[in-house]
């Protein structure tokens, strides 16, 4: 079982396009699980429209004792997000602020503040069909969306010994909810379009995953000839490139709709073409491992 991660350096790239179609021509085949991990803006489900089942995503919020807090300041102090306001018999706690890194309850001494929880997000799955989906999806409110890409990666791990092949859809960018995705994947494909914006923020992924050291290849959406930039780019600096799909307005149309590109033969070669490359750079890099 592999792990691929579907990333872009910017938002409507095609990085979701490209993740949907290559899941749902992969599961004619192989047993493919797709992971949604747009937290903040889900909608692989808009393309399959399931019958989905839904668990609340719960993360740790701090539970006051006023009993015994003697408003000794302590807690507010430590609380590098500001989320905790102490004054002399007053306490205020904004929930909306707090990261949930435990700090405050590590740092009273008098025992005054202990576990709690709160929804952040739901989690949405079905594991019937196929491709089988699993899609996080942020609370209105809610600024935690590393935490729910976090608490939805631990489900899909929790039934990872199904499928054959995970295939992530991840957020847009170089943040830390993008980072939080490619956390324990195989390969990273970065999904860029030719345009000066999209050459701009596919350099920043290229360095970011550069100095995370991860694996990565490119593969080239709405791809013409109007700005070889980005293509001359990866071949100057041996980055290689493992499909693309020509700029189409036919394929904007179905896309659109809400309809899957992948009845157009080009666009189903490319996309068997890019998953063989996957498969055979992440062999590759097992042995050399292996022999090292």
Do not use: W
Not at 109 to 126: L, T
Not at 209 to 236: E, Q
Request: charged letters at 25%; glycine letters at 6%; proline letters at 3%.
């Amino acid at each position: 079982m592999y792990k691929i991660a579907f990333v872009s350096g910017k938002g409507g790239t095609g990085k979701t396009t490209v993740a949907v179609n290559l899941a749902k021509f992969l599961s004619i085949n192989i047993r493919v699980l797709l992971v949604d991990l747009d937290v903040e803006e889900p909608n692989d489900n808009i393309f399959f429209n399931y019958n989905i089942t839904t668990d609340g995503a719960f993360y740790y919020r701090p539970t006051f004792d006023l009993e015994k807090c003697t408003y000794c300041l302590e807690c507010s102090k430590k609380c590098q997000f500001g989320a905790i306001a102490v004054a002399p018999n007053f306490l205020n706690f904004f929930e909306e602020l707090c990261h949930g890194c435990t700090a405050c309850k590590y740092i009273c001494q008098y025992k005054a503040i202990s576990d709690g929880e709160r929804e952040i997000g739901k989690i949405n799955y079905n594991l019937a069909n196929s491709p089988s989906l699993i899609s996080g999806c942020l609370n209105y409110g809610s600024t935690l969306s590393t935490a729910l890409i976090r608490k939805t990666k631990e489900y899909a791990d929790r039934n990872k010994d199904n499928f054959d092949l995970l295939i992530y859809d991840c957020p847009p960018g170089n943040s830390c909810p993008a980072i939080e995705s490619i956390k324990g994947v195989d390969m990273v494909v970065i999904v860029a379009e030719p345009t000066p914006f999209g050459f701009h923020d596919f350099k920043i992924m290229e360095k970011t995953l550069k100095k995370l050291d991860k694996n990565f290849l490119i593969f080239i959406n709405k791809d013409d000839s109007s700005f070889p930039d980005l293509r001359n780019y990866c071949l100057f600096n041996n980055l290689k490139i493992i499909g693309n799909i020509k700029y189409s307005k036919n394929i904007s149309k179905q896309y659109s709709k809400g309809e899957f590109i992948i009845n157009t033969t080009e666009v189903a070669e490319q996309l068997y073409n890019a998953y063989v490359n996957i498969m055979n750079n992440i062999e590759r890099r097992i042995e050399r491992n292996i022999n090292c």
